[in-house]
């Protein structure tokens, strides 16, 4: 039998790892092994010891403690105009991305990514993101759990995509 | 009066001797009769007149002559004994009217009126007129006559029967039931009951008149109805009965009886529309075409125009006949009436007997007299209607029913055939349908009985309208009739039921137009998200990040989650069910574990904060009903909304839920799956987007330049270099203006001596992607040829200008940055970027 394979989802809550877990096909899911990291240290720890094969992303993290949050704090308070609660909030409704930024190199490019965003408006900004992590995917409003596991699992078996550490 | 020739006699006579001595002559007794009287003197005594009389007595026995009859009336008179005075004279004016004097007429007169014999008193006083020589005594006769005219005929009205007794009514009532019911003995017994509680009932007659017809005993039919009019003679009910049952006999007599008795019951009811046409047939059928013509066409003024073309053709056929008539001419050639006596009567008759006497070898006998009376005339209808009668006695239903048919064969117009053959088929189960054929032909016939059978019919197959007018028909043709009560209190049920049900409608239709008016109002009233944010778009900045927790936390997790579990939950594994139930209650509802609210009131919550926002502006959103783009979110919202029960159900006991539940869930999931996956978040950023966000471009700017010039009358504005591509910011078309207006005011100010004329200003744009997000960002970096010094501290910070105040503090609130960078081109000394969010371009860059 072959080895499962394993995705981090990376999220502040547990909505995704439960829904991958209860809610796909019990083959798929028996072929799969959850990993949840709750933020970027977790994340960041997760990777450091184990291979992922494929990681989720959740977008929009406010259910964590606001230092946990991944990001430039100081430039974004500047940004802001010194208002702190803005940059935490920007922080927060985008933590995916910034995870993803701070993440990226943590695990093989050719590993498959998917963001919980859906870029159907914006395929620009997809492009753009995928020019520092170019198996990123995003998530299309409406799309089942189901489909966004054999999406990975499409591009898990089509190549050798299994990572380490770095 | 006894004159004075009579006393010499009556004194002569008691002179005589004993009377009984005397022989038997009867002159010699008058004789002797006289002389005693006359040797009594002029006041003889009672024993003497006594004596006389007798004599008188035996003269008369012996040879009756009015002259005897007067000397006798005479000496009563004498004795004081008015009353066989008064015999004699009326025996004398029987043998020889003339006899009698005008002083004997008035004696007799006077003692009929004392009796109350008006006739005999009219008699008496006619003949006093004509006799009287006198005009004072004839003229007083006359008046005399006429009023005693008028005593007679008001003898002859009966007394109005008198009311009967509480417990006859009652015992009535049960009669009237156990007859609706079909329990005939019953009904029997009850009217026997009320009869001798209240003789000369007429109701029980009426009743008692239903039931012998019911039981085919039409002698003893007619002979009830027959009380019932002695009592009321006036009775519509009992004209109409009687004169349906008389038109069945075979002779003229009680034909002719029954004709009569239409007309009376016409005459008392001349809107009775059946009666008119029932009436028409028997003159019709009587061969009296005027009547039927004049009948006929009293009936097709009120008819419907369906029963008008049924009685064309015998319309046309009395006009003819009538025209024929009027005409001499000989008349056409009709079918030839029934014959109006047949040769079976005889054996029908013979029948009737036997059948009352209802013992089995009698109704047997009835039977045998009954086929022979078909042989006879197979026309003669009362012949087999009798034996279905019969055999309905003998518990032969069947063959009841083909006697019956067999009558209705005979005899189409027969109405009574018809009533039997539906009592007989209402017994029946499974014939109720053959029941009302033969019910609806029966009232076609003129029965009032089958307008209550079918009135009774279609109240129990809810036919509210139909039962209504038929009873109504009935309570019409037969107010006093044998079910006029049962059919008034069921008119008030049903017009109560229709009072009732026109309230219901009343009131079910203001409620549906009050519920028509919210609906409406829910559905059409109010604006959508887009008409509300292009009308404010300043708004957006607002309802950007609401519009995007809606599209994160219930479009996307909606999405994800919904269609999946629908397809676990139809796994028959329990404990799956299980999991995904705990994991939907989780998700959608609120939940402690994941510290946020479920998708449902994550939805509700969105979208009251929208409308709050809207409501800021003096709009009401309908984002339900109205909104294209959000009214899918909702609709699923609603669909999810009652899952809680049967999920917290499965989510405890999954093997305990019924099938039919989880199929229910399912579908709801299903449902809102689909309902999500229409929707497009992405569309609603669009909408936003356009709604919200404000070209950058040369022209536009150039124009707020040229303003700002114009306010500080700086004359003609400089020229303004562009480079780089357009695009729009998701800024708003006066926050971006006031931003340029005031960058372009504050580098004019900042120019200070030399003439605008020398100022360089240049736009450079460009559009950039944040580094981390993706996101696209319009940077626009203002260039001048200005020396003065600026920096960001003196855009962003505490102490700015007034003005770059207020740039800072806009491009702040659109998640932009202001700040100050170095020249972006040769000819420039400075920059003052601008980086705001742009919508993302149409094409890529």
Same mark, same amino acid.
């Given at each position: 039998?072959?080895?499962?394979?394993?995705?981090?989802?990376?999220?502040?809550?547990?909505?995704?790892?439960?829904?991958?877990?209860?809610?796909? &096909?019990?083959? &798929?899911?028996?072929?799969?092994?959850?990993?949840?990291?709750?933020?970027?240290?977790?994340?960041?720890?997760?990777?450091?010891?184990? !291979?992922?094969?494929?990681?989720?992303?959740?977008?929009?993290?406010?259910?964590?403690?606001?230092?946990?949050?991944?990001?430039?704090?100081?430039?974004?308070?500047?940004?802001?105009?010194?208002?702190?609660?803005?940059?935490?909030?920007?922080?927060?409704?985008?933590?995916?991305?910034?995870?993803?930024?701070?993440?990226?190199?943590?695990?093989?490019?050719?590993?498959?990514?998917?963001? &919980?965003?859906?870029?159907?408006?914006?395929?620009?900004?997809?492009? &753009?993101?995928?020019?520092?992590?170019?198996?990123?995917?995003?998530?299309?409003?409406?799309?089942?759990?189901?489909?966004?596991?054999?999406?990975?699992? !499409?591009?898990?078996?089509?190549?050798? !995509?299994?990572?380490?550490?770095? | 009066?006894?004159?004075?020739?009579?006393?010499?006699?009556?004194?002569?006579?008691?002179?005589?001797?004993?009377?009984?001595?005397?022989?038997?002559?009867?002159?010699?007794?008058?004789?002797?009769?006289?002389?005693?009287?006359?040797?009594?003197?002029?006041?003889?005594?009672?024993?003497?007149?006594?004596?006389?009389?007798?004599?008188?007595?035996?003269?008369?026995? %012996?040879?009756?002559?009015?002259?005897?009859?007067?000397?006798?009336?005479?000496?009563?008179?004498?004795?004081?004994?008015?009353?066989?005075?008064?015999?004699?004279?009326?025996?004398?004016?029987?043998?020889?009217?003339?006899?009698?004097?005008? =002083?004997?007429?008035?004696?007799?007169?006077?003692?009929?009126?004392?009796?109350?014999?008006?006739?005999?008193?009219?008699?008496?006083?006619?003949?006093?007129?004509?006799?009287?020589?006198?005009?004072?005594?004839?003229?007083?006769?006359?008046?005399?006559?006429?009023?005693?005219?008028?005593?007679?005929?008001?003898?002859?009205? /009966?007394?109005?029967?008198?009311?009967?007794?509480?417990?006859?009514?009652?015992?009535?009532?049960?009669?009237?039931?156990?007859?609706?019911?079909?329990?005939?003995?019953?009904? $029997?017994?009850?009217?026997?009951?009320?009869?001798?509680?209240?003789?000369? *009932?007429?109701?029980?007659?009426?009743?008692?008149?239903?039931?012998?017809?019911?039981?085919?005993?039409? /002698?003893?039919?007619?002979?009830?109805?027959?009380?019932?009019?002695?009592?009321?003679?006036?009775?519509?009910?009992?004209?109409?009965?009687?004169?349906?049952?008389?038109?069945?006999?075979?002779?003229?007599?009680?034909?002719?009886?029954?004709?009569?008795?239409?007309?009376?019951?016409?005459?008392?009811?001349?809107?009775?529309?059946?009666?008119?046409?029932?009436?028409?047939?028997?003159?019709?059928?009587?061969?009296?075409?005027?009547?039927?013509?004049?009948?006929?066409?009293?009936?097709?003024?009120?008819?419907?125009?369906?029963?008008?073309?049924?009685?064309?053709?015998?319309?046309?056929?009395?006009?003819?006949?009538?025209?024929?008539?009027?005409?001499?001419?000989?008349?056409?050639?009709?079918?030839?009436?029934?014959?109006?006596?047949?040769?079976?009567?005889?054996?029908?008759?013979?029948?009737?007997?036997?059948?009352?006497?209802?013992?089995?070898?009698?109704?047997?006998?009835?039977?045998?007299?009954?086929?022979?009376?078909?042989?006879?005339?197979?026309?003669?209808?009362?012949?087999?209607?009798?034996?279905?009668?019969?055999?309905?006695?003998?518990?032969?239903?069947?063959?009841?029913?083909?006697?019956?048919?067999?009558?209705?064969?005979?005899?189409?117009?027969?109405?009574?055939?018809?009533?039997?053959?539906?009592?007989?088929?209402?017994?029946?189960? =499974?014939?109720?349908?053959?029941?009302?054929?033969?019910?609806?032909?029966?009232?076609?016939?003129?029965?009032?009985?089958?307008?209550?059978?079918?009135?009774?019919?279609?109240?129990?197959?809810?036919?509210?309208?139909?039962?209504?007018?038929?009873?109504?028909?009935?309570?019409?043709?037969?107010?006093?009739?044998?079910?006029?009560?049962?059919?008034?209190?069921?008119?008030?049920?049903?017009?109560?039921?229709?009072?009732?049900?026109?309230?219901?409608?009343?009131?079910?239709?203001?409620?549906?137009?009050?519920?028509?008016?919210?609906?409406?109002?829910?559905?059409?009233?109010?604006?959508?998200?887009?008409?509300?944010?292009?009308?404010?778009?300043?708004?957006?900045?607002?309802?950007?990040?609401?519009?995007?927790?809606?599209?994160?936390?219930?479009?996307?997790?909606?999405?994800?989650?919904?269609?999946?579990?629908?397809? $676990?939950?139809?796994?028959?594994?329990?404990?799956?069910?299980?999991?995904?139930?705990?994991?939907? #209650?989780?998700?959608?509802?609120?939940?402690?574990?994941?510290?946020?609210?479920? #998708?449902?009131?994550?939805?509700?919550?969105?979208?009251?904060?929208?409308?709050?926002?809207?409501?800021?502006?003096?709009?009401?959103?309908?984002?339900?009903?109205?909104?294209?783009?959000?009214?899918?979110?909702?609709?699923?919202?609603?669909? %999810?909304?009652?899952?809680?029960?049967?999920?917290?159900?499965?989510?405890?006991?999954?093997?305990?839920?019924?099938?039919?539940?989880?199929?229910?869930?399912?579908?709801?999931?299903?449902?809102?799956?689909?309902?999500?996956?229409?929707?497009?978040?992405?569309?609603?950023?669009?909408?936003?987007?356009?709604?919200?966000?404000?070209?950058?471009?040369?022209?536009?700017?150039?124009?707020?330049?040229?303003?700002?010039?114009?306010?500080?009358?700086?004359?003609?504005?400089?020229?303004?270099?562009?480079? =780089?591509?357009?695009?729009?910011?998701?800024?708003?078309?006066?926050?971006?203006?006031?931003?340029?207006?005031?960058?372009?005011?504050?580098?004019?100010?900042?120019?200070?001596?030399?003439?605008?004329?020398?100022?360089?200003?240049?736009?450079?744009?460009? #559009?950039?992607?944040?580094?981390?997000?993706?996101?696209?960002?319009?940077?626009?970096?203002?260039?001048?040829?200005?020396?003065?010094?600026?920096?960001?501290?003196?855009?962003?910070?505490?102490?700015?200008?007034?003005?770059?105040?207020?740039?800072?503090?806009?491009?702040?609130?659109?998640?932009?940055?202001?700040?100050?960078?170095?020249?972006?081109?040769?000819? *420039?000394?400075?920059?003052?970027?601008?980086?705001?969010?742009?919508?993302?371009?149409?094409?890529?860059?």
């Amino acid at each position: 039998m072959r080895e499962p394979r394993t995705i981090l989802v990376i999220e502040d809550g547990t909505e995704y790892t439960e829904a991958f877990r209860n809610l796909v &096909a019990a083959d &798929a899911a028996a072929s799969i092994e959850l990993v949840r990291a709750a933020d970027f240290e977790e994340a960041r720890n997760t990777l450091a010891d184990r !291979t992922v094969d494929a990681v989720f992303l959740d977008v929009v993290f406010d259910r964590i403690a606001p230092e946990k949050l991944a990001g430039d704090w100081e430039g974004l308070i500047r940004r802001f105009g010194g208002d702190r609660r803005r940059a935490e909030r920007h922080l927060a409704e985008n933590q995916g991305f910034y995870l993803l930024n701070e993440l990226a190199s943590l695990w093989p490019e050719r590993i498959p990514v998917v963001i &919980a965003y859906d870029f159907s408006a914006e395929p620009e900004r997809l492009a &753009a993101l995928r020019r520092r992590s170019p198996q990123l995917s995003g998530l299309a409003d409406g799309t089942p759990i189901s489909a966004v596991l054999e999406s990975l699992l !499409t591009k898990l078996t089509s190549g050798d !995509t299994r990572g380490g550490p770095p | 009066m006894i004159g004075a020739t009579g006393l010499v006699a009556l004194v002569a006579l008691s002179v005589l001797g004993a009377p009984d001595d005397c022989p038997e002559d009867a002159a010699t007794l008058a004789s002797a009769a006289d002389a005693l009287v006359a040797r009594a003197g002029a006041r003889p005594d009672a024993a003497a007149l006594e004596r006389a009389r007798r004599l008188y007595r035996r003269a008369r026995v %012996l040879s009756p002559q009015p002259s005897f009859s007067l000397r006798a009336a005479d000496l009563a008179c004498a004795a004081g004994d008015e009353e066989e005075c008064g015999d004699l004279l009326s025996e004398a004016a029987e043998m020889s009217p003339a006899a009698l004097s005008s =002083g004997d007429r008035l004696l007799l007169a006077h003692r009929a009126e004392a009796r109350r014999a008006w006739r005999e008193a009219i008699s008496q006083y006619q003949a006093l007129r004509t006799a009287a020589a006198d005009a004072g005594l004839s003229s007083w006769a006359q008046e005399r006559i006429r009023r005693l005219e008028v005593e007679a005929e008001a003898q002859a009205i /009966p007394a109005p029967a008198a009311v009967p007794p509480p417990e006859a009514r009652l015992v009535l009532a049960e009669a009237r039931r156990a007859l609706a019911a079909g329990d005939l003995s019953k009904a $029997r017994e009850r009217i026997g009951i009320a009869r001798r509680l209240s003789p000369g *009932y007429p109701e029980a007659a009426l009743v008692l008149a239903a039931l012998e017809t019911r039981e085919g005993r039409v /002698p003893e039919a007619i002979q009830a109805y027959r009380e019932a009019l002695s009592t009321d003679p006036a009775r519509f009910e009992a004209l109409v009965g009687l004169a349906n049952l008389l038109w069945d006999e075979p002779d003229r007599s009680a034909k002719e009886e029954a004709l009569s008795l239409t007309d009376r019951a016409l005459a008392a009811r001349p809107d009775a529309a059946s009666l008119q046409k029932t009436s028409a047939l028997r003159s019709a059928e009587w061969g009296d075409a005027p009547k039927a013509l004049a009948r006929i066409d009293a009936y097709r003024r009120r008819a419907s125009p369906e029963e008008k073309r049924a009685t064309e053709a015998l319309r046309e056929s009395l006009a003819r006949r009538v025209d024929a008539l009027l005409s001499g001419a000989t008349p056409p050639e009709e079918p030839s009436a029934p014959e109006l006596s047949s040769p079976a009567v005889d054996e029908w008759k013979v029948a009737q007997a036997y059948v009352r006497r209802a013992d089995p070898a009698s109704l047997a006998a009835a039977l045998g007299h009954l086929r022979e009376a078909e042989r006879i005339d197979p026309t003669f209808a009362p012949a087999p209607e009798l034996a279905g009668a019969v055999h309905e006695k003998r518990g032969e239903l069947s063959l009841a029913q083909k006697a019956y048919e067999r009558a209705i064969a005979a005899d189409p117009t027969r109405a009574a055939a018809y009533e039997h053959l539906a009592f007989l088929l209402v017994r029946q189960p =499974g014939k109720e349908a053959d029941a009302d054929e033969a019910w609806r032909r029966a009232e076609q016939a003129g029965s009032s009985e089958a307008l209550f059978a079918l009135a009774e019919s279609a109240a129990r197959k809810g036919r509210r309208g139909e039962a209504l007018a038929l009873y109504r028909r009935y309570f019409g043709e037969s107010p006093g009739g044998v079910h006029a009560e049962e059919v008034s209190r069921s008119i008030e049920k049903l017009e109560s039921g229709r009072r009732t049900s026109l309230g219901v409608v009343a009131v079910a239709a203001a409620a549906l137009l009050v519920i028509g008016s919210v609906v409406g109002y829910r559905r059409f009233g109010g604006r959508t998200f887009e008409e509300w944010i292009r009308e404010h778009p300043a708004r957006a900045r607002e309802a950007r990040p609401i519009v995007g927790r809606l599209r994160h936390e219930v479009v996307k997790h909606g999405g994800l989650l919904l269609a999946d579990a629908a397809k $676990r939950l139809s796994e028959p594994d329990p404990e799956v069910r299980r999991w995904t139930a705990e994991l939907l #209650l989780s998700r959608l509802y609120e939940s402690e574990e994941s510290k946020r609210d479920g #998708l449902i009131p994550q939805s509700y919550e969105t979208f009251m904060r929208l409308k709050a926002l809207a409501r800021a502006d003096g709009y009401r959103l309908n984002l339900e009903h109205k909104d294209p783009l959000f009214s899918p979110i909702a609709r699923a919202g609603m669909a %999810l909304a009652p899952l809680s029960g049967g999920l917290t159900w499965l989510s405890m006991d999954p093997e305990a839920v019924p099938e039919r539940i989880v199929r229910g869930v399912i579908g709801r999931l299903e449902r809102a799956a689909a309902l999500f996956r229409s929707v497009s978040g992405a569309n609603i950023s669009r909408v936003i987007d356009e709604a919200s966000s404000t070209p950058v471009n040369l022209s536009d700017l150039q124009d707020v330049l040229a303003r700002v010039c114009a306010e500080k009358r700086l004359g003609s504005p400089p020229t303004l270099e562009w480079r =780089g591509p357009q695009m729009a910011v998701r800024v708003d078309r006066a926050d971006w203006e006031t931003i340029w207006r005031n960058l372009f005011a504050n580098a004019l100010d900042s120019a200070g001596a030399p003439p605008v004329s020398e100022v360089r200003l240049g736009l450079f744009s460009e #559009l950039l992607r944040d580094p981390i997000t993706g996101a696209a960002i319009a940077q626009v970096v203002l260039a001048d040829n200005v020396s003065t010094p600026l920096t960001a501290e003196m855009i962003r910070g505490r102490g700015a200008d007034r003005g770059w105040g207020v740039i800072a503090d806009l491009v702040r609130r659109h998640d932009g940055l202001a700040d100050v960078g170095p020249a972006p081109a040769p000819g *420039y000394v400075k920059g003052i970027v601008i980086e705001v969010p742009a919508v993302e371009p149409e094409r890529p860059e």
